[in-house]
């Protein structure tokens, strides 16, 4: 995309922070391999004014109305629970700067497009990314909401807005719709509605909620999700408020605990309970909680599965095998120990079961070097970790599975050059 034409404040930021970045795509060559990036956010509170129109329920929609008169719509909304603790790094990380629906000069490439749209292909294109999965931010609290109606009403208007205004741009952005998991019905709905959009490539769950991932009522979400071959993400987060986090009493204890806190409860329930084996086809990642939990909870598991096969009785292999068919995001990537990582990934093998992300914008993201430069990684493990696995696990035939053809390599190589 050439940028010649945005206004300072939806790019200048971004290709401040990521010059580095350009600098590392264009050494590694990444115009010879297509990158997916599988965990990339914007901040959908930016646009809250344009959810207003998108509501289905009345009630819920006035309660929003309501919130933007009051000035909130650059802000966390009162209408969705919000988080304690220090995300932002007291503004010490940059990110993009906020700009209005129409801040495009006319004229200009690509005027009329949606800001989120400019601002997130602009970071992809510093980072030689192809393509990625845009989620929301805020929105990823929405699961501790204490009214479920309303939750449902957020979700439902977040996932018309996003597919009439920001997806429909470019196939370079893809989604997996939050689905308001308090309300089983409500999730078949959503599938239902918005499962064939071409843009929407799977469906995802905040991980940061208490009800149990085996309950029954989701039996026929899991099997729609199976049959039309969608893929089901469980996004970790952190909640302070949770009564076992809340005893640790800094930000970063309970940001390296509460990520992959959420995700273990959900995971040693979906096993335990038999749900791969009930439902074999569905496909499941576990995203944004890094990866040295993972060993851990696989040897856990089949450690206590051994002694005690009865509770169950689902199971026909160990734990730590069913785990290995799911598939996990890489961020945040621990590097501390490259022989403890490389241990790590032959235990999932992460050839076949990992996928790339950058969590960009938030103050903790990933570069695609921080798999490229692996010593441990042959070039065929590196180019399938950042890419190929997500293209055939979410069937993006418009991506190529081999090197890039021709057409897309160069038109890659351009961007890259003049982002500089």
């Given at each position: 995309?050439?940028?010649?034409?945005?206004?300072?404040?939806?790019?200048?930021?971004?290709?401040?922070t990521?010059?580095?970045?350009?600098?590392?795509?264009?050494?590694?060559?990444?115009d010879?391999?297509?990158?997916?990036?599988?965990?990339?956010?914007?901040?959908?509170?930016e646009?809250?004014?344009?959810?207003?129109?998108?509501?289905?329920d009345?009630?819920?929609?006035?309660?929003?109305?309501?919130?933007?008169?009051?000035?909130?719509?650059?802000?966390?909304?009162?209408?969705?629970?919000?988080q304690?603790?220090?995300?932002?790094?007291?503004?010490?990380i940059?990110?993009?700067?906020?700009?209005?629906?129409?801040?495009?000069?006319?004229?200009?490439?690509?005027?009329?497009?949606?800001?989120?749209?400019?601002?997130?292909?602009?970071a992809?294109?510093?980072?030689g990314?192809d393509a990625?999965?845009?989620?929301?931010?805020?929105?990823l609290?929405l699961?501790?909401?204490?009214?479920?109606?309303?939750?449902?009403?957020?979700?439902?208007?977040?996932?018309?807005?996003?597919?009439?205004r920001?997806l429909?741009?470019?196939?370079?952005?893809?989604?997996?719709?939050?689905?308001?998991?308090g309300?089983?019905?409500?999730?078949?709905?959503?599938?239902?509605r918005f499962?064939?959009?071409?843009?929407?490539?799977?469906?995802?769950?905040?991980?940061g909620?208490y009800?149990?991932?085996?309950d029954?009522?989701?039996?026929?979400?899991?099997?729609m999700?199976?049959e039309?071959?969608?893929?089901?993400?469980?996004?970790?987060?952190?909640?302070?408020s949770?009564?076992?986090?809340?005893?640790?009493?800094?930000?970063?204890?309970?940001?390296?605990?509460?990520?992959?806190?959420?995700n273990?409860?959900?995971?040693?329930?979906?096993?335990?309970?038999?749900?791969?084996?009930?439902?074999?086809?569905?496909?499941?990642?576990w995203?944004?909680?890094?990866?040295?939990?993972?060993?851990?909870?696989?040897?856990?598991?089949?450690?206590?599965?051994?002694?005690?096969?009865?509770?169950?009785?689902l199971?026909?292999?160990?734990p730590?095998?069913?785990m290995?068919?799911?598939?996990?995001?890489?961020?945040?990537?621990?590097?501390?120990?490259?022989?403890?990582?490389?241990?790590?990934f032959?235990?999932?093998?992460?050839?076949?079961?990992?996928?790339?992300?950058?969590?960009?914008?938030?103050?903790?993201?990933?570069?695609?070097s921080?798999?490229?430069?692996?010593?441990?990684?042959?070039?065929?493990?590196?180019?399938?970790?950042?890419?190929?696995?997500?293209?055939e696990l979410?069937?993006?035939?418009?991506f190529s599975?081999?090197d890039?053809?021709?057409?897309?390599?160069?038109?890659?190589?351009?961007?890259?050059?003049?982002?500089?």
């Amino acid at each position: 995309m050439n940028v010649k034409g945005n206004p300072e404040n939806v790019t200048g930021e971004t290709i401040s922070t990521l010059r580095n970045a350009r600098v590392q795509a264009l050494q590694r060559g990444y115009d010879r391999f297509p990158i997916f990036d599988s965990d990339a956010h914007h901040y959908e509170n930016e646009s809250f004014a344009e959810l207003e129109q998108y509501f289905d329920d009345d009630v819920v929609g006035q309660m929003w109305s309501a919130f933007l008169k009051k000035g909130g719509a650059s802000r966390g909304s009162t209408i969705m629970p919000t988080q304690v603790g220090n995300q932002d790094v007291s503004g010490r990380i940059l990110r993009y700067g906020s700009i209005g629906s129409k801040g495009r000069d006319p004229g200009s490439e690509g005027y009329g497009q949606h800001p989120d749209f400019v601002k997130t292909t602009t970071a992809m294109d510093m980072m030689g990314i192809d393509a990625g999965i845009l989620f929301p931010t805020p929105m990823l609290n929405l699961g501790l909401h204490p009214q479920v109606h309303v939750e449902v009403a957020i979700s439902m208007a977040y996932a018309r807005w996003i597919t009439e205004r920001v997806l429909p741009e470019n196939g370079r952005i893809k989604t997996m719709l939050y689905l308001p998991f308090g309300d089983a019905d409500a999730c078949v709905e959503i599938v239902e509605r918005f499962g064939g959009h071409a843009n929407v490539i799977g469906f995802m769950v905040t991980s940061g909620r208490y009800r149990p991932v085996h309950d029954n009522v989701y039996a026929t979400l899991y099997r729609m999700l199976e049959e039309r071959a969608l893929p089901i993400c469980f996004h970790a987060l952190y909640n302070w408020s949770d009564q076992s986090l809340a005893q640790l009493n800094r930000f970063i204890s309970v940001h390296a605990l509460g990520f992959p806190f959420y995700n273990m409860i959900h995971l040693t329930n979906m096993i335990i309970n038999g749900i791969p084996e009930r439902f074999p086809g569905l496909k499941v990642i576990w995203m944004e909680s890094g990866v040295s939990w993972i060993p851990f909870l696989m040897e856990r598991l089949d450690s206590e599965y051994m002694m005690r096969t009865s509770e169950a009785p689902l199971l026909k292999e160990r734990p730590s095998e069913y785990m290995r068919r799911f598939f996990y995001t890489s961020q945040p990537m621990e590097r501390g120990d490259l022989e403890f990582l490389e241990a790590t990934f032959k235990r999932i093998d992460a050839a076949r079961t990992l996928l790339y992300a950058s969590d960009y914008p938030h103050w903790d993201f990933d570069l695609p070097s921080v798999i490229y430069d692996l010593p441990f990684l042959d070039e065929n493990e590196k180019r399938r970790i950042l890419g190929r696995n997500a293209i055939e696990l979410f069937g993006l035939s418009e991506f190529s599975t081999e090197d890039v053809e021709e057409s897309r390599q160069a038109s890659k190589a351009e961007r890259l050059e003049a982002l500089g």
